[in-house]
T-cell receptor
Framework: DAGITQSPRHKVTETGTPVTLRCHQT?????MYWYRQDPGHGLRLIHY???????DKGEVSDGYSVSRSKTEDFLLTLESATSSQTSVYFC??????????FGQGTRLTVV | QKEVEQNSGPLSVPEGAIASLNCTYS??????FFWYRQYSGKSPELIMS????GDKEDGRFTAQLNKASQYVSLLIRDSQPSDSATYLC???????????????FGKGTKLSVKP
């Protein structure tokens, strides 16, 4: 979806460093999601937001925090990156009961 | 724990055949159901959404929903090699108070269409 932009697209970081991934949308979607995708596990929900400053945990939230101070931006922070957080991260946006659209993904490698 | 289950495959069909992809979900109150296609190295792309029991057709794709059986399927008619991808089923559980629900994915079924 052209209205959803993730940054950075690729990142290599060292164990123990903080990392922030950004999702920016221009479609005014209420819901925003962060997923990680790993072989054998599919897409797993990390956190999601249902409005400005309204967030909730997903299936694999440990080690991650999020913030949404504006409708258009949803940030995912790894406070202290670990090798187990090496993954492809996807942001998605959508409505309350409607479909979600995905950003291009961020490939994160923790060394 | 809300769950969405799919056969991982791979599902292999010859070109021109019908591919049938299946998905079951655990939360009986779920109301919204989606099928996504994901090519290797790309992000998921929405193919179909379905909200009520029965069939919904869009070109070569038909989504089928049976809420009583907690079952969603996707049929691809006249399968083409370009349909080779992983197909993801997604379910939005009911909007319980507070969190307003989330969007849960199955692990996906890999489809291979042979020329």
């Amino acid at each position: 979806d052209a209205g959803i932009t993730q940054s950075p697209r690729h990142k290599v970081t060292e164990t123990g460093t903080p990392v922030t991934l950004r999702c920016h949308q221009t479609e005014n979607h209420r819901y925003m999601y962060w997923y990680r995708q790993d072989p054998g596990h599919g897409l797993r929900l990390i956190h999601y937001s249902y409005g400005v400053k309204d967030t909730d945990k997903g299936e694999v939230s440990d080690g991650y925090s999020v913030s949404r101070s504006k409708t258009e931006d949803f940030l995912l922070t790894l406070e202290s990156a670990t090798s187990s957080q090496t993954s492809v991260y996807f942001c998605a946006c959508g409505g309350i009961n409607t479909e979600a659209f995905f950003g291009q993904g961020t490939r994160l490698t923790v060394v | 724990q809300k769950e969405v289950e799919q056969n991982s495959g791979p599902l292999s069909v010859p070109e021109g055949a019908i591919a049938s992809l299946n998905c079951t979900y655990s939360d009986r109150g779920s109301q919204s159901f989606f099928w996504y296609r994901q090519y290797s190295g790309k992000s998921p792309e929405l193919i179909m959404s379905i909200y009520s029991n029965g069939d919904k057709e869009d070109g070569r794709f038909t989504a089928q929903l049976n809420k009583a059986s907690q079952y969603v399927s996707l049929l691809i008619r006249d399968s083409q090699p370009s349909d080779s991808a992983t197909y993801l089923c997604a379910v939005k559980p009911p909007n319980y108070g507070g969190s307003q629900g989330n969007l849960i994915f199955g692990k996906g079924t890999k489809l291979s269409v042979k020329p």
